[in-house]
């Protein structure tokens, strides 16, 4: 048979997503690798009589089809959410429900991405917003990350010696997969450049909500002149990944030809989940649940710094993050953490972590992994950070790196 598939999916490279997920659910591995939040704090009971509730109601035809932007009343409660919780004033008519936080990016990589179109991406960044773009066959200029998010001074020589760029994708709260978070000024100072330079700004922030120390920062779209940020949230990390729920803010034009896009591919996110969250949000105080979820949360991430603290050695460092579901470890170069995971820490420690590479659009940097603290419980956080610190005590080949990522 001739090669009949489209060259979006020769592009579309799996395999380390798999391996992370055949890592995760093998048993007998302490997994630190997958993204997931903690299912003993969903509000099972709740959401099922949010279901309920919301099909007992069904005076307005819950079954029926509807309007691909979604269910009025949750698109004016998210706007609200928007002013009090990210300092953004928007109207219901500016949000779009879409199916998780990931149909969101690839709604906006399909609307602004030709073949061989350019665009700046975080070096390390999120892996499944790569799989997304990927498909779309763009150029990447990856920017470097530090404690205080995208640094700003490399991507203003970027966006001067390349302007065809059309479009930043960042992830400023709890960075997916640093934990870091970018310092309101570089919020700032994104917004200016990418005024100068005529570029869009996809700010990806699902865990915007999930701080468990410091002080809260607007989120980038709140500096936004110009209609040129578009901000992109979920549902998944603060209450539940399966109700597959994300929104898209954005400016009325851009707006448009979303609602467009998504139309053409799904007609609509589906009713009985945007009523029963609606009817959910109706009858609790997501403000609560976020509280006590961050409460858990936040005594394991203390429990994996601390570990981390007690058993890794020296020439290994780690960030500290005031939110979100990672911390990222940066090995001495020359130390390339996935050929470590497959040859050395499973087999020896059985601990699963996700490895640098895939999360680097250059694929350029290894020596770092990102370690998942929400997924497990504290004691187990303890054996396996201790397991893999032993592992990790003769690896002490060369001087530390300083630096969290370079570009390539
Ligand atoms: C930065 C980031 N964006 C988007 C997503 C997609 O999440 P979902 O589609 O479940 O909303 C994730 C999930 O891990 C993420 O970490």
Same mark, same amino acid.
């Given at each position: 048979?001739?090669?009949l598939?489209?060259?979006?999916?020769?592009?579309?490279?799996?395999?380390?997503?798999?391996? =992370?997920?055949?890592?995760?659910?093998?048993?007998?591995?302490i997994?630190? &690798?997958?993204?997931?939040?903690?299912?003993?704090?969903?509000?099972?009971?709740?959401?099922?009589?949010?279901?309920?509730?919301?099909?007992?109601?069904?005076?307005?035809?819950?079954?029926?089809?509807?309007?691909?932007?979604?269910?009025?009343?949750?698109?004016?409660?998210?706007?609200?959410?928007?002013?009090?919780?990210?300092?953004?004033?928007?109207?219901?008519?500016?949000?779009?429900?879409?199916?998780?936080?990931?149909? &969101?990016?690839?709604?906006?990589?399909?609307?602004?991405?030709?073949?061989?179109?350019?665009?700046?991406?975080?070096?390390?960044?999120?892996?499944?917003? !790569?799989?997304?773009?990927?498909?779309?066959?763009p150029?990447?200029?990856?920017?470097?990350?530090?404690?205080?998010?995208?640094?700003? #001074?490399?991507?203003?020589?970027?966006?001067?010696?390349?302007?065809? @760029?059309?479009?930043?994708?960042?992830?400023?709260?709890?960075?997916?997969?640093?934990?870091?978070?970018?310092?309101?000024? #570089?919020?700032?100072?994104?917004?200016?450049?990418?005024?100068?330079?005529?570029?869009?700004?996809?700010?990806?922030?699902?865990? #915007?909500?999930?701080?468990?120390?410091?002080?809260n920062?607007?989120?980038?779209?709140?500096?936004?002149?110009?209609?040129?940020? =578009?901000?992109?949230?979920?549902?998944?990390?603060?209450?539940?990944?399966?109700?597959?729920?994300?929104?898209?803010?954005?400016?009325?034009?851009?707006?448009?030809? !979303?609602?467009?896009?998504?139309?053409?591919?799904?007609?609509?996110?589906?009713?009985?989940?945007?009523?029963?969250?609606?009817s959910?949000?109706?009858?609790?105080?997501?403000?609560?649940?976020?509280?006590?979820?961050?409460?858990?949360?936040?005594?394991?991430?203390?429990?994996?710094?601390?570990?981390?603290?007690?058993?890794?050695?020296?020439?290994?460092?780690?960030?500290?993050?005031?939110?979100?579901?990672?911390?990222?470890?940066?090995?001495?170069?020359?130390?390339?953490?996935?050929? !470590?995971?497959?040859?050395?820490?499973?087999?020896?420690a059985?601990?699963?972590?996700?490895?640098?590479?895939?999360?680097?659009?250059?694929?350029?940097?290894?020596?770092?992994?990102?370690?998942?603290?929400?997924?497990?419980d504290?004691?187990? @956080?303890?054996?396996?950070?201790? #397991?893999?610190?032993q592992?990790?005590?003769?690896?002490?080949?060369?001087?530390?790196?300083?630096?969290?990522?370079?570009?390539?």
């Amino acid at each position: 048979m001739k090669n009949l598939f489209a060259n979006r999916v020769l592009n579309n490279d799996t395999s380390d997503l798999d391996e =992370i997920f055949k890592n995760s659910a093998n048993p007998e591995n302490i997994s630190f &690798a997958g993204g997931f939040p903690d299912q003993h704090l969903f509000p099972d009971d709740d959401l099922k009589q949010a279901y309920r509730d919301a099909i007992e109601q069904d005076g307005q035809g819950i079954f029926q089809y509807s309007s691909t932007q979604g269910l009025p009343a949750l698109r004016q409660k998210i706007a609200d959410h928007m002013a009090t919780h990210a300092d953004v004033q928007v109207s219901a008519a500016n949000v779009l429900m879409t199916q998780g936080g990931q149909q &969101a990016i690839d709604l906006v990589a399909k609307l602004l991405l030709n073949h061989g179109d350019s665009m700046v991406v975080e070096g390390p960044t999120y892996m499944g917003a !790569l799989a997304a773009f990927d498909t779309y066959e763009p150029t990447y200029y990856e920017i470097p990350v530090d404690d205080n998010g995208m640094n700003i #001074r490399q991507l203003r020589k970027t966006l001067k010696a390349h302007p065809e @760029i059309k479009l930043i994708y960042t992830i400023p709260d709890f960075h997916n997969p640093t934990g870091t978070t970018m310092s309101a000024k #570089r919020r700032q100072a994104m917004v200016a450049l990418a005024n100068q330079y005529d570029v869009i700004i996809l700010e990806d922030s699902p865990y #915007r909500d999930l701080r468990y120390s410091g002080q809260n920062i607007p989120a980038i779209k709140h500096y936004d002149t110009e209609g040129r940020v =578009i901000f992109i949230s979920s549902f998944s990390k603060i209450l539940s990944p399966a109700l597959r729920t994300g929104w898209i803010v954005a400016s009325d034009t851009i707006m448009q030809e !979303l609602v467009g896009l998504k139309s053409a591919i799904d007609v609509q996110s589906p009713n009985v989940t945007l009523a029963a969250i609606n009817s959910y949000l109706d009858s609790h105080d997501i403000d609560e649940h976020v509280a006590t979820i961050s409460d858990a949360y936040r005594t394991k991430r203390d429990a994996m710094l601390t570990a981390l603290d007690n058993y890794f050695p020296k020439n290994v460092q780690y960030t500290r993050p005031n939110g979100g579901f990672f911390i990222w470890v940066t090995l001495p170069a020359g130390v390339d953490a996935k050929a !470590l995971l497959n040859d050395v820490v499973l087999p020896q420690a059985h601990v699963a972590y996700v490895p640098a590479a895939c999360q680097f659009a250059s694929r350029a940097v290894t020596n770092g992994f990102r370690l998942n603290f929400t997924n497990s419980d504290v004691a187990t @956080i303890t054996q396996g950070i201790q #397991r893999l610190g032993q592992i990790l005590q003769p690896v002490q080949v060369t001087v530390p790196t300083t630096a969290l990522a370079t570009p390539f």
